[in-house]
């Protein structure tokens, strides 16, 4: 179903205490504990034009419902830049109504208009809801993905 009045737009910086409390709701669906000097790098991050990291923004009737944040990069398989979706996540006051479907629509659209040549994402295989939404997209291809963390 099609949110009534929603948008899908980049932000400005009056928009940091909505994002501000979206980003904690998305902290605490996956229980983690990001620090508040990076959550204002990030921020600060997705207002620079000179950094190939960006947000886009739901919004409804004044309200901010949900946000996408994506980094583009270069890839030796392809000559046009690839967009990685790091994060989504929709108010669970607005879920339901298709904010999250917008906001991937919005990349696509975006990739296309700018001549990305991927959009790619991961997510937990045990997330169904988001899954759900994913696969009527595309398939889940059979990567696995190793990470090494260095504190
Ligand atoms: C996943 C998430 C972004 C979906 O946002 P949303 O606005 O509720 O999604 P939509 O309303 O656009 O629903 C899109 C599809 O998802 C599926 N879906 C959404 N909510 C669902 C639910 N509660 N149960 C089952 N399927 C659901 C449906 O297949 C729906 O299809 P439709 O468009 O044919 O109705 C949202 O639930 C969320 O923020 N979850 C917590 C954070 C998260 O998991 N982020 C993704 C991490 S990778």
């Known amino acids: 179903?099609?949110?009534?009045?929603?948008?899908?737009?980049?932000?400005?910086?009056?928009?940091?205490?909505?994002?501000?409390?979206?980003?904690?709701?998305?902290?605490?669906?996956?229980?983690?504990?990001?620090?508040?000097?990076?959550?204002?790098?990030?921020?600060?991050r997705v207002l620079d034009p000179d950094i190939p990291m960006f947000c886009r923004l739901a919004e409804q009737e004044g309200t901010i419902t949900g946000f996408t944040i994506s980094t583009?990069?270069?890839?030796?398989?392809?000559?046009?830049?690839?967009?990685?979706?790091?994060?989504?996540?929709?108010?669970?006051?607005?879920r339901g109504h298709g904010v999250g479907r917008a906001l991937i629509d919005d990349l696509i659209?975006?990739?296309?208009?700018?001549?990305?040549?991927?959009?790619?994402?991961?997510?937990?295989a045990g997330n169904e809801t988001a899954r759900k939404l994913y696969d009527s997209y595309t398939q889940a291809d059979d990567f696995v993905r190793y990470r090494i963390t260095f504190d």
């Open 72 to 94: 583009l990069h270069p890839s030796t398989w392809t000559s046009d830049l690839n967009c990685y979706l790091e994060d989504l996540f929709v108010d669970p006051a607005a």
């Open 1 to 44: 179903m099609a949110a009534r009045g929603l948008r899908i737009r980049d932000p400005n910086p009056g928009d940091e205490a909505a994002w501000r409390r979206l980003w904690s709701g998305y902290l605490i669906f996956y229980k983690v504990d990001v620090p508040e000097a990076v959550t204002a790098e990030t921020w600060s």
């Open 109 to 124: 659209t975006l990739a296309r208009k700018k001549g990305w040549s991927r959009l790619y994402w991961h997510t937990n």
